[in-house]
């Protein structure tokens, strides 16, 4: 342990802090060095060689392809540079600004009403005293998680059924009238939200409630000394304690606001409730792969991705500012 | 702990009482709607269509929905195909995983930092599916296996995962499998991997279900159904309402009692036959996941 941390202070000695005349000495070695750094880190490189060819040709070469983002597609190449004519395309089309609409929106939604709900959880699961009950629950509730969203739409069609679904039993006990949330332009959205909660709060808790046990017993005996009751200790030693993490979390969300989860969104749309939950990803889906205007939707996508791009590095400079974590 | 237990008001009691029925009510809104499809998998098909969604015991007993779901060629097939994909998929992910982590982990390597930002990059930077598109067909994987095996073959997250784990692999230990005359593929696979066993279970299981799960690039890449994972037919059938799925390519009289097998009942069996392999793997999950979030925590 002792020596990997010595070992981790010499290199960013040698990277960072050396003046710069050491450094030019070092450039200067550089050749000589490749050499024998070859003869020994040679057998690393064939060890990385697949997941680097990976990164290459399917991280990096879809980049380079992006570039029909900015050309017009012809059968017989070579393909005409437009510039930005599909993206003024994009940005003038009504269609466009409801997808971006519908994206915040949910994404909004999920932002106030899924985010806090692990919180609540994590709170109320640290409560629990007897293991073996908390251990019963956790199982149970973390399941979700590893379900694909197509096995979620189905369970939730299927609850959520006007005829025979648990939901409408339980509303139509109250006396209301059955409603085909599927279906129902005004529900479909509050149904994103709740199946995203039913899928994520157990499992996502799970983050909260490491960084709850890892907070100092002491707190809690010092507060229990003062007289503190259970919502005084939650109130000012549990949520101090994990503000950190909430703070990260929270960050990492907002980073991938553009997205709303394309593969939640295509399981529970359909012909009646479309225009609700349109989102950036199923138009993109929709225009390129199925109608083939490859152009606009590689623009579409890409327009998305810088906006993420931002987003997400913004998000970890202000994680990294207020936590000192960043999101990597 | 437990002698604050004598302590307990009554009021802490109450309070107590509801913190766990609103956690029990919780297990039960995640548990029975799973219930509540076997109930009505496992049910005489002619009761099922009375059935309704609060119920968990089947209502009279038949197997009949799960010896069709067996024999249907569409879902066999599936199952067959998402296996392929899943276990290829998860071996090559892994190896393949753990190699360039441990480059990636010795704090000399030369072009560390850039193979780094490189791969930072790609979690940033994402041009999306268009893009994915055209390199597939560029590189003729369109309607192969192989697209789908490939679609994030390394994950950038469980990369930094494991780099983080083979950094604390001591020293020592390196040096002394190099004074025996160990070379650096010897020290990899015989002294490394071993050592990391319980990261690379976690990475396993975090890539098996990735990749049962997968839909969306099938949809994409996918254009043979006989080629399709289960996850597909399943969506098919049961998202998109297509019945021909499941029973178009064959006559549904020719089962016997087929014309009285409730679609819900079928369904409600391909939602369950596409989750198992999940629940089947899933105490796995537990005991791995848990632990590997919960002991870091636990040491502080």
């Known amino acids: 342990m002792d020596t990997s941390a010595e070992q981790r202070a010499k290199d960013l000695g040698a990277s960072g802090n050396v003046p710069k005349i050491a450094r030019d000495q070092h450039a200067g070695l550089l050749?000589?060095?490749?050499?024998?750094?070859?003869?020994?880190?040679?057998?690393?490189?064939?060890?990385?060689?697949?997941?680097?060819?990976?990164?290459?040709?399917?991280?990096?070469?879809?980049?380079?392809?992006?570039?029909?983002?900015?050309?017009?597609?012809?059968?017989?190449?070579?393909?005409?540079?437009?510039?930005?004519?599909?993206?003024?395309?994009?940005?003038?089309?009504?269609?466009?600004?409801?997808?971006?609409?519908?994206?915040?929106?949910?994404?909004?939604?999920?932002?106030?009403?899924?985010?806090?709900?692990?919180?609540?959880?994590?709170?109320?699961?640290?409560?629990?005293?007897?293991?073996?009950?908390?251990?019963?629950?956790?199982?149970a509730i973390y399941l979700p998680h590893f379900l694909s969203w197509v096995v979620i739409a189905g369970i939730f069609i299927a609850a959520l059924s006007p005829s025979d679904g648990a939901v409408n039993q339980?509303?139509?006990?109250?006396?209301?009238?059955?409603?085909?949330?599927?279906?129902?332009?005004?529900?479909?959205r509050w149904v994103l939200v709740f199946s995203e909660i039913w899928r994520s709060a157990g499992w996502d808790s799970l983050l909260y409630l490491a960084a709850i046990i890892a907070i100092d017993q002491q707190l809690y005996d010092a507060a229990e000394m003062d007289g503190a009751n259970r919502w005084q200790k939650i109130l000012h030693v549990t949520i101090p304690g994990i503000t950190p993490t909430i703070a990260t979390i929270f960050i990492l969300n907002a980073g991938?606001?553009?997205?709303?989860?394309?593969?939640?969104?295509?399981?529970?749309?359909?012909?009646?409730?479309?225009?609700?939950?349109?989102?950036?990803?199923?138009?993109?889906?929709?225009?390129?792969l199925q109608t083939g205007e490859y152009s606009l939707a590689t623009a579409a996508g890409l327009f998305k991705a810088v906006m993420g791009m931002i987003l997400i590095l913004m998000a970890h400079l202000v994680s990294k500012r207020l936590t000192g974590k960043g999101v990597w | 702990m437990s002698g604050s237990n004598i302590r307990r008001t009554p009021l802490e009691r109450i309070e107590y009482a509801i913190i766990v029925s609103t956690l029990l009510l919780l297990v039960v809104i995640t548990v029975q709607p799973i219930l509540n499809l076997l109930a009505v998998s496992l049910s005489d098909p002619k009761q099922v269509p009375g059935m309704g969604g609060l119920t968990v015991v089947p209502r009279g007993f038949s197997l009949d929905v799960w010896s069709l779901l067996i024999q249907n060629p569409n879902v066999l097939r599936g199952l067959g195909n998402s296996a392929f994909i899943t276990i290829v998929g998860?071996?090559?992910?892994?190896?393949?995983?753990?190699?360039?982590?441990?480059?990636?982990?010795?704090?000399?390597?030369?072009?560390?930092?850039?193979l780094f930002v490189m791969v930072l990059i790609t979690i940033v930077?994402?041009?999306?599916?268009?893009?994915?598109?055209?390199?597939?067909?560029?590189?003729?994987?369109?309607?192969?296996?192989?697209?789908?095996?490939?679609?994030?073959?390394?994950?950038?997250?469980?990369?930094?995962?494991?780099?983080?784990?083979?950094?604390?692999?001591?020293?020592?230990?390196?040096?002394?499998?190099?004074?025996?005359?160990?070379?650096a593929f010897q020290i990899f696979f015989k002294v490394v991997l071993p050592l990391?066993?319980?990261?690379?279970?976690?990475?396993?299981?975090f890539y098996l279900v990735f990749r049962w799960n997968e839909f969306f690039r099938a949809m994409l890449y996918l254009n043979d159904q006989s080629m399709w994972p289960l996850q597909l037919v399943l969506r098919q059938f049961v998202v998109e309402g297509d019945k021909l799925a499941m029973v178009g390519v064959q006559n549904m009289n020719n089962y016997t009692g087929a014309s009285q097998i409730d679609m819900r009942a079928l369904k409600a069996g391909i939602i369950l036959l596409t989750i198992a392999p999940v629940l089947l793997i899933y105490p796995l999950i537990l005991k791995f996941f848990t632990k590997g979030t919960m002991s870091g925590a636990l040491k502080g």
Request: hydrophobic share 55%; no cysteine; glycine share 6%.
């Open chain 1, 31 to 139: 050749a000589g060095k490749l050499v024998l750094g070859l003869r020994k880190w040679w057998p690393y490189y064939v060890m990385m060689a697949p997941g680097i060819i990976f990164f290459l040709v399917l991280h990096y070469y879809p980049i380079w392809e992006a570039k029909i983002a900015f050309e017009q597609l012809r059968i017989i190449p070579p393909n005409i540079w437009v510039g930005l004519k599909h993206f003024q395309t994009l940005l003038a089309s009504p269609i466009f600004y409801q997808v971006l609409l519908n994206t915040l929106i949910i994404s909004g939604m999920k932002l106030i009403f899924v985010f806090p709900v692990p919180i609540m959880v994590a709170l109320m699961l640290n409560e629990v005293r007897g293991g073996s009950l908390r251990k019963f629950i956790q199982s």
């Open chain 1, 170 to 188: 339980i509303t139509g006990f109250f006396g209301m009238a059955p409603v085909s949330y599927m279906t129902d332009s005004g529900s479909i």
């Open chain 1, 256 to 288: 991938m606001f553009l997205s709303a989860d394309l593969n939640q969104v295509i399981n529970f749309q359909n012909d009646v409730v479309r225009s609700q939950i349109d989102i950036v990803d199923t138009y993109v889906y929709r225009i390129g």
């Open chain 2, 90 to 114: 998860t071996l090559l992910s892994v190896i393949f995983t753990a190699m360039m982590a441990w480059g990636l982990s010795r704090p000399k390597l030369p072009g560390r930092r850039i």
């Open chain 2, 125 to 183: 930077f994402e041009p999306g599916m268009i893009p994915d598109f055209f390199v597939n067909k560029r590189l003729g994987l369109i309607n192969t296996y192989w697209s789908l095996i490939f679609f994030k073959l390394v994950n950038a997250w469980y990369l930094i995962i494991l780099i983080r784990f083979f950094e604390e692999v001591p020293e020592e230990l390196l040096e002394a499998a190099e004074l025996d005359g160990a070379n």
């Open chain 2, 196 to 205: 990391a066993k319980p990261a690379l279970a976690t990475i396993t299981l």
